[in-house]
Each structure stands twice: as structure tokens, then as C-alpha cells.
């Protein structure tokens, strides 16, 4: 591997590891039945099945009862009817990779930009933890009803409380994690007295710390090889891995991998990981490693837009922000990115390793496609210039110009996401039996992606919201 290669990859590995009242919803208005039908909408239903048109969604409760052609899916008398003719109907969208522990603001990550002399540390987490309530009601402002946390403090599953006690909120699901031979005070410092990444110095010790994430209700672990300077570290990584991938297979819990290097993420694949966090950076991917992921069932997590955004949009505030991002980001957040007028910038060349990544990630991720490799979309939130929920369309700009088609991204950003977090059997579809999330849009997200920021509605576990009661507050 070419030095400048090899370089790059291990940089964007340790950088990116990193690791108001709610909402008025719409309830049914009659008092005969407690279902609420929508009606005449052309259904995408998350499967990767091909459209129907003329479609009826049956809900009661935070249930889908039904779904189908008008003609093989009779309404009850007496529901609740909401006309959606001429609409389109998506399953709410799930972010595979997000971090609350950060909050995409330009004074998140110190040890990528320092501005502790003016945003402590402590006064940024402060921030983070009162902000809770814009954040979470950004994500079902940008039709993302389901997010995964990978990994962090002790925060991360307050947030996932937070989000359980409000209707206007996504589902969040946390990995516990990430589970890692590097020392956290290598990585992060403490936040608000824990710390961000769970260490661990053996396999016995990371079978203990899968115990403890069992105890603490994780929905699945994180675990992270970041190699390069930490490789000193690593060396016992696999045998690290066999020992978390065994311990979570019995509480079942699913294991997703931070990786940025071939060779290792070769390993993770065969020890059994479920799923990987980014795309190899260090080597295109060869025809035996594809061989191996699709026959693994490994479900792959590019994360493009943290490329871009965090390692180069941040310093030259190039941001070319989509109209849901405008539209949804919290106000505060995209202020940030200007308030500070010269920032400590990387050396030319590593400024100039980050702008090419978008390209080898990219290039990797249409290799992944090709042959078969199920995709899910996460957008890396939390990173700087990042914005959590609406982020997640830029990821599938990013991955449609990387040349996944609008079918390919809608399971992506659905049922594959639910995997991900193991929950592909309640949320990513809209299916009978799944929990009632549900976008409303005004126009045809199979013609062009970007119509995914068309939202008219929002349904969350049978709530249906008006789009303009989620916009986040514009102080």
C-alpha cells in the first residue's frame, strides 16, 4: 500500500470515529374506530418492491394493519380517512450512524479544531445536553423517525430515554461502545465524567463490557479499529473480536465495526460482525473481500458526507447545503460554522488527502453495489458541519451520485438502516405488523432522490404530524 495511502486512511479512522414543546400530531377524528386510513398515495414501501399506485395504508395505534392496492384493502367504516391522491408514500428514514455526543457545531471536537478558549469543553456538552428537544424534533423535521447512536458516553442512552418520552422525536437505538483496544484518553476527553469510547485491554474484558451494555438495555455494540499510530494497541484486535461477536450473539445484540482499511476489515467480516461502519480508504476493494461481504451478509455503511463535510467543508465553509438542511438543521449549529473567523487548519497536504477521500469512498461504495453488497445509508451526524437529521439526505446525494439508483437508496435508508440496528423486524417498512412510520411526500422520490425532502407529512408510531409544526426554532 502507498505510504500516502495508507496515511490518509488511518487519519480519517482516528478523526472520524468521534466518534421547545413537543409538536401538535393529528388524531383521528372519529369516534367509530380508532383506524386511520391513508388513501390514494402511490406506496414505496421500503422493500425494494416496485411502486403501487392507488394505494391503501391501513393504521391503529402505532401499528400498520394493512397496506395495498384500494382494491384488495377495504377501509373500515367508520376510520379516520386522510386523502394523500396524488402523494407518495415512504417508510420513515433511519440514520445508521449518528452521534449525539456531538453536536455538528464548529466547537464539537477539540481534538480535530480546538476552540476550548472560546467554547470549553464542558460549556459545548452543556450545550448539548439542554439542546435535546431541537435536536430531536430536527430529526422528524427532515422525515427521519429512527437513529443510530454508535457508541458513546453514558449520554447517548439518556437521549434514547428523552426521545421514548416525546411523540414529536425519532426512535433511537444505542450501541454500546465503541468497544476499542485504545485507551479513551487517546480519543476523547471525558464527557461530563464518562468517558466516549468503552476501552478494553483483552477478551475477557470485552466480554465483560458487552455484559455490562446488556445491563444497560444497548440495542447493539460498536466496536472500533482505528489502527495506524493505535496499532500498538491493536495487535490482539482480532482475538478482541472473536470474544465481543460471541459475547453479543448471546444477548442478541448485533456488533457494527468502525473500520477504514482493507486488511482489517477483511478479519472483522470473517470474525462476524454484522455490519461496517465507512468503507475501506486505503485500497480499492478487491474481487475476494466483495466475494466475502456478499456472501457474508455484512451490510455496509459508507458514511460519505462526513468526508466532505467534516474534513473539508469545516475549514473553507464550502457548505452546499440542501434545502431540507436549511430548512431543518438547527439554526444554532449552522451559525457556529461562522462565528470563528481563522481556524487552526491541518497541513496543505492532509487538507488535500480529506478532499480526495470523497473519491476513493465513493469509487468503493459503487464496487460494493456492483457486486451485491447490501448498502445502508448513515450520515456520520454529530461531525462537524453535520446536521443532525437532515444530514442524512446529503449521505444520499452522495451515495446516488456514487451511483445508487433512487430504489437502491429508499431500502438504504429504511430497511436496511433497521437491520443495522437489528430492528428490521418492527420499523423500515411499511408493512403489517411494523410500527407506523410514515412519510408523506409531494413528489416522486424514485425520480430523482432529492424529492425525499418533499414532505408534507410525517407519521411516527401512528402520529401524524403537519410538516411546518416540526421546524426547528430560528433564534
Known sequence: MPHTMKRYATLASVLCLGLAGAARSEAPTSAESSVTALVGATLIDGTGAAPLADAVVLIEGTKITAAGARADVPVPEGSSTVDVAGKWLVPGLIDAHVHFMESGRIYTKPGQINLTHLVPYDEEVAWMQQRVPVTLTSYLCAGVTGAVSVGGP??????????????????????????????????????????????????????ETIRQGAEWKADLVKTGYLGGPFAVYEQDYAAVHEAIVAESALHGLPVTSHVTELTPARTLIELGVDSLQHVPLDAPLDEAFLDLAK???????????????????????SFDLLPIEEQCGDPQVIASWYEVGDLPTPPPEVIEMFGASITVASANTGLLLEAGVPLAAGSDTGNLGLLHGASLHYELKLMGDAGVSPAELIVAATLNAATVAGQAHRVGSIEPGKQADVLVLDADPLADIGNLQAIERVMKSGALFDHATLLPPME
Open 295 to 317: 456472501a457474508s451478509g455484512v451490510v455496509v455503511v459508507p458514511t460519505l458526507a462526513v468526508w466532505k463535510r467534516n474534513f473539508v467543508d469545516i475549514y473553507d465553509r
Open 154 to 207: 453514558r449520554f447517548e442512552y439518556e437521549v434514547r430515554e428523552q426521545a421514548r418520552a416525546r411523540p414529536d422525536a425519532p426512535d433511537v437505538y444505542v450501541a454500546h461502545g465503541p468497544v476499542t483496544l485504545v485507551p479513551a484518553q487517546a480519543l476523547f476527553p471525558p464527557f461530563d465524567g464518562d468517558t466516549s469510547v468503552r476501552s478494553v485491554t483483552d477478551p475477557a474484558s470485552a466480554a
